[in-house]
Nanobody
Framework: QAELVESGGGSVQDGGSLRLSCTGS????????LGWFRQAPGKEREFVAT???????YYADSVKGRFTISRESAENTLYLQMTKLKPEDTGVYYC??????????????WGQGTQVTVSA
């Protein structure tokens, strides 16, 4: 059973918006960094955004100003609000959790992914 479960993906047109959700174990919403990654067809998985356990948020340059990451600890849910979507944002989006002070690796907790498709 996956420790993290994403939802909210779908198909939108260029310029549209989507909000992704990721729910998981309560422990991930304590002293863990939480992040979003994506993988486009034929490409490697890439970093999108992360929120550290202390609330600091960081974004890939390609999404800065368009995407917002947030966590709602009371709901054990991580969000990714995506606006002004572009076709190049298309891919499978994954959430991940890593203990504070560590990076995201294959040993981190990962969700199964949710598909986002943006059409021109």
């Amino acid at each position: 059973q996956a420790e993290l479960v994403e939802s909210g993906g779908g198909s939108v047109q260029d310029g549209g918006s989507l909000r992704l959700s990721c729910t998981g174990s309560e422990r991930f919403f304590r002293f863990y960094n939480l992040g979003w990654f994506r993988q486009a067809p034929g490409k490697e998985r890439e970093f999108v955004a992360t929120t550290r356990w202390n609330g600091d948020a960081y974004y890939a340059d390609s999404v800065k100003g368009r995407f917002t990451i947030s966590r709602e600890s009371a709901e054990n849910t991580l969000y990714l609000q995506m606006t002004k979507l572009k076709p190049e944002d298309t891919g499978v989006y994954y959430c991940a959790a890593a203990p504070a002070g560590t990076g995201y690796t294959s040993s981190s907790a990962w969700g199964q992914g949710t598909q986002v498709t943006v059409s021109a």
